[in-house]
């Protein structure tokens, strides 16, 4: 499976943004998250969908400001993004796991197919 995101941009701070990641094929069986990295840190959860349930987790920084979808018809995950601040500033990759367990579904080692990023700058 390759994905591709898009979406990314420059933005001012309390503004949306709306990312989407294309799969080449299906990942209906895949637990699909998206992960955030800026410079000089780590690459950090930002928000996933749990394959069995389709139930989403967030990270605490992005609660009821992101929200994660999916369309297994498109193979296409989305990531919709409001309230942006200043420290939402990194480039955003989608990731796709079709064996991740539950309890590691936050941890970005675990996944197997990422997309190449995508620069989202948040101006405040």
């Known amino acids: 499976v390759q994905l591709q995101a898009f979406g990314g941009g420059l933005v001012q701070a309390g503004g949306s943004l709306s990312l989407h990641c294309a799969a080449s094929g299906s990942f209906s069986g895949s637990t699909v998250g998206w992960f955030r990295q800026a410079p000089g840190k780590e690459r950090e959860f930002v928000a996933a969908m749990w394959r069995n349930t389709g139930r989403k987790y967030y990270a605490d920084s992005v609660k009821e400001r992101f929200t994660i979808t999916r369309d297994n018809a498109k193979n296409t995950v989305y990531l919709q993004m409001n309230s942006l601040k200043a420290e939402d500033t990194a480039v955003y990759y989608c990731?796709?796991?079709?064996?991740?367990?539950?309890?590691?579904?936050?941890?970005?080692?675990?996944?197997?197919?990422w997309g190449q990023g995508t620069q989202v700058t948040v101006s405040s």
């Open positions: 990731a796709a796991c079709p064996t991740c367990i539950f309890s590691t579904l936050k941890n970005f080692q675990q996944y197997h197919y």
